[in-house]
């Protein structure tokens, strides 16, 4: 143990993100003490180019973000979504889900990733027992015996009795726990940018289903949305490359003219599309959460709220178990979290896979049939509902950090 | 160890020789002792949750037993000792059975926890004139081979103003049916053998064990299994296995 750093915790995260910021700050508000590894430096974070992303926060995950302190840094600038329109490229055939069909609250909010990174730092310095270190990395992982202990780049070890990996789609912890994982390339790419328009999107989000994938444009503040724009493998790379005003003119007739004139904002990103989870999400003394247990085609906007509410049931399962004594990386206690979360997570997984797989195509008897379903989910007030219900993350036996309750 | 066995009046011989065979396995969350483990939440939440409410206590906190000094009877492997040992109680676990004692100690020490491990029966820490704040009896009283002998010394084991939790089985044709033939013979959560019908006490019996020795009953409750969930709750049914807690006058 060179160095002065704390030697045992009660648990150890790997990876400092919104999802292990999140449970760092909601185990150690109730009293553990959490040592959070991150690889990037903190302050690198904070730049706008380390991530161009926005996310959609939907409801219940906004009630956890409050509990947990981190909402009220971005509340002021967070987009509330009060209308989400679904057009299927150049069909007449509109969905259209209003908020007000559930009640008073937004289906969700618009968040910038760098404002978020902000707010989530924000929260874990306030939270007494939450180490934070990074830039740090683990490159050993022993789990023998009834801790579980990292070696770290430095030689530094540390101990807990349970590590939970928030370390994204390329998790090492995974890896060096041996879990295997499934993944799908969808052979596309997701173009995001930041565009600002003339007229106010008035708090709308839409999503065009366009032959390469579908086209997002979700509302953020100042006149400007967020795009993220679907794109054919093959053919993305020649259109992140365009000039400037040929990018704008590429991006201009699959946005629409309905929000005046467009200017593009910022850098171009591009993110390859793939879907991917861990075969099983726990392992001995081990616990997967977020990207790192299950990363989806960001059709839905559900990738950081299915990684909330991963956090939301970790949290409660492991705090449970230690407020009666009871041994936090003990089989049982990771059970109750991956019974609790297989059913939600493998749920959105084919929801948005089949939505990709359903819209992503261009033959005309698909196209037909999900114009006519299109029109007829419009008609079913409860099937709507229940998909609303879902996109809002308060379909299942909600954790109560979802409910916006106490841990 | 074998003073403490020879001047055994309470444990019966050949009930601490099946539990010492058993050492390793205590700890193993899908082996012999499973049932164990799955009744632990249930069973930790009634006594968490009497004694803070006895000794103004926050049952929300990670350290809601601090300070407090509590004996457990019959204490195994540790599957109970080592919570109260977590949620910073002072513990001291008793068991009969030496090898019991010794897989628990190596247990609690691979844990990072301090418990105070005897081989000792409760008359032998009894008779040191110590007292506690809390005395755990659970799945204990159906093992002993002198109730109203284990009582006597259980109950001086607790200071005026202390409180004793019991958890056992009661006897009824229904705690036959399933604590018994079903749970030993059918379902084989326990080894067959694991328990004497005729040895079972019923909640009138041991409320009358707990008043001779000073105690006033404070709650009564049933442990109740749901199949479906594979889950144990408290609940009002205490036909099979209950719990029950005093306090010392």
Not at chain 1, 217 to 245: F, G, H, M, Q, Y
Not at chain 1, 347 to 371: E, H, K
Not at chain 1, 376 to 382: I, K, Q, S
């Amino acid at each position: 143990m060179a160095g002065n750093l704390e030697n045992r915790h009660d648990v150890l995260i790997v990876g400092g993100g919104f999802v292990g910021g999140a449970l760092g700050c909601a185990l150690a508000g109730a009293g553990l003490s959490c040592l959070v590894i991150d690889h990037d430096d903190p302050s690198a974070q904070l730049d706008a180019g380390f991530d161009g992303r926005s996310s959609a926060i939907a409801a219940a995950p906004r009630r956890l973000l409050r509990r947990l302190g981190i909402w009220q840094h971005v509340e002021e600038k967070a987009t509330p979504i009060e209308d989400i329109r679904v057009a299927d490229g150049s069909s007449p055939f509109f969905l259209h889900y209003d908020h007000t069909d559930l009640g008073e609250e937004p289906l969700g909010h618009m968040v910038e990733n760098r404002h978020l990174r902000q707010a989530v730092l924000a929260s874990m310095k306030t939270v007494p027992r939450l180490h934070h270190l990074a830039p740090a990395e683990a490159v050993a992982l022993d789990q023998e015996g009834s801790r579980v202990r990292l070696t770290l780049k430095d030689g530094r070890t540390v101990e807990a009795p349970l590590v939970i990996g928030c370390d994204g789609r390329g998790s090492w912890l995974r890896s060096a726990a041996e879990i295997p994982l499934t993944k799908w390339s969808y052979e596309q790419v997701g173009i995001v940018c930041t565009v600002r328009h003339e007229r106010s999107h008035d708090n709308v989000a839409h999503e065009h289903f366009l032959p390469s994938g579908p086209f997002a444009i979700l509302p953020l503040t100042d006149n400007r949305s967020s795009i993220v724009w679907t794109e054919k493998a093959n053919l993305a790379p020649a259109l992140l490359a365009l000039p400037d005003n040929a990018f704008l003119e590429e991006l201009s007739w699959r946005f629409g003219d309905f929000l005046g004139k467009l200017e593009v904002t910022g850098p171009r990103w591009s993110y390859p599309l793939s879907l991917q989870f861990a075969q099983r999400i726990t392992d001995r003394r081990v616990a997967l959460a977020g990207d790192a247990a299950q990363a989806m085609h960001p059709i839905a906007g559900q990738g950081l709220n299915l990684g909330l509410r991963d956090v939301a049931a970790l949290a409660e399962v492991v705090v449970d178990a230690r407020r009666l004594g009871l041994d936090i990386g003990a089989g049982k206690v990771l059970d109750r979290y991956a019974s609790w979360r297989r059913f939600d997570s493998h749920l959105m997984l084919a929801l948005t896979d089949g939505l990709n797989r359903l819209f992503s195509n261009d033959v005309a008897p698909v196209r037909v049939v999900r114009d006519v379903g299109l029109a007829a989910v419009e008609h079913m007030a409860p099937l709507k509902a229940y998909l609303m219900r879902h996109a809002m993350g308060e379909a299942g036996n909600l954790p109560r950090l979802l409910k916006g309750e106490a841990l | 160890m074998n003073s403490a066995r020879q001047s055994a009046t309470t444990a019966a011989q050949d009930e601490v020789e099946r539990f010492a065979a058993q050492a390793d396995d205590w700890w193993d969350e899908t082996g012999i002792f499973g049932q164990l483990h799955k009744i632990n939440p249930a069973r930790i939440t009634f006594i968490r949750d009497h004694l803070c409410a006895h000794f103004g206590r926050d049952p929300m906190a990670i350290d809601s037993l601090k300070g407090l000094t509590i004996v457990d009877i019959g204490c195994g492997g540790g599957l109970l000792t080592e919570p109260m040992a977590r949620l910073g109680a002072e513990v001291t676990g008793l068991d009969a059975a030496a090898e019991g004692i010794v897989a628990a100690a190596a247990h609690a020490r691979e844990m990072g926890l301090s418990i105070d491990y005897q081989t000792a029966l409760p008359e032998d820490l009894a008779a040191t004139g110590r007292t506690f704040d809390v005395v755990l009896n659970m799945e204990v009283v159906e093992h002993v081979a002198d109730p109203a002998a284990f009582f006597a010394a259980a109950g001086a084991l607790v200071r005026p103003g202390g409180a004793m939790v019991v958890a056992t089985l009661n006897r009824t044709i229904k705690s036959l049916a399933l604590a018994k033939i079903g749970a030993e013979y059918l379902l084989r959560w326990v080894p067959p053998g694991t328990h004497d019908w005729r040895k079972f006490v019923k909640p009138s019996e041991l409320a009358r064990h707990l008043r001779r020795e000073g105690f006033s009953v404070v709650d009564l409750k049933g442990l109740v299994y749901h199949p479906a969930a594979d889950e144990w709750s408290l609940g009002d049914d205490v036909d099979v296995n209950y719990l029950m807690v005093a306090v010392k006058d």
